[in-house]
């Protein structure tokens, strides 16, 4: 039930969202060089690597790591990188990566590739099971400002209590954070 769920809002979302999605791959080109989307390594279901687009809201030449270890994010932005990000708008197209089913649109945010800690912990609490997420239990209590343990805990508990009704949930309060810009950093 939850992939045919995945599909069916990720076909509808991508009709929706089409014209936003050409003209933030627009914006995202004509302001920084390099290309709108960005392929990220990160961390699938069973700590699996898996492709996952963004659109490119960081410089070309800055560092492949999570934006909270470099010194200084704000200096490696595009033009339109903070709007993207504050907007997530740069999550669009992970859309594909729902109906490619390396996604889902709720469980916990794939991690980086790099990020050693947070795969760890999450392996030792069994959320490396799950799907990744485009949204989460974690990112709709916290989001960016919440510590790795703390984040962790969160994905446990969703591993734990998951269900459509709960799922509904937070995509409902994904979208009124969203709106609100609540637990953004960068």
Known sequence: MKRFF?????????LILLLPIVVVALL?????RGPAIYWSDRVGRNNRIFKMPKFRTMRIDT???????????ERFLT???SFLRKSSL????????????????VGPRPALFNQDDLIRLRTEQGVHTLPPGLTGWAQV?????????????????????RS???????IL???????????IVH
């Open 90 to 105: 740069d999550e669009l197209p992970q859309l594909w990566s729902i109906l490619a089913g390396d996604m889902s649109f």
């Open 173 to 183: 309060m994904t979208f009124l954070k969203v709106l609100r810009r609540d637990g």
């Open 164 to 170: 459509f009704w709960l799922d509904v949930k937070i």
């Open 6 to 14: 995945d599909i069916a809002l990720a076909v509808f979302a991508s």
């Open 28 to 32: 995202v080109k004509i302001t920084s």
């Open 63 to 73: 560092p492949a790591v999570a934006t909270h270890l470099l010194q200084n994010p």
């Open 79 to 81: 033009p339109v990188g």
């Open 141 to 161: 209590n916290g989001r960016d400002e919440l510590p790795i343990p703390d984040k962790v805990k969160l994905d446990a508990e969703y591993l734990k209590q």
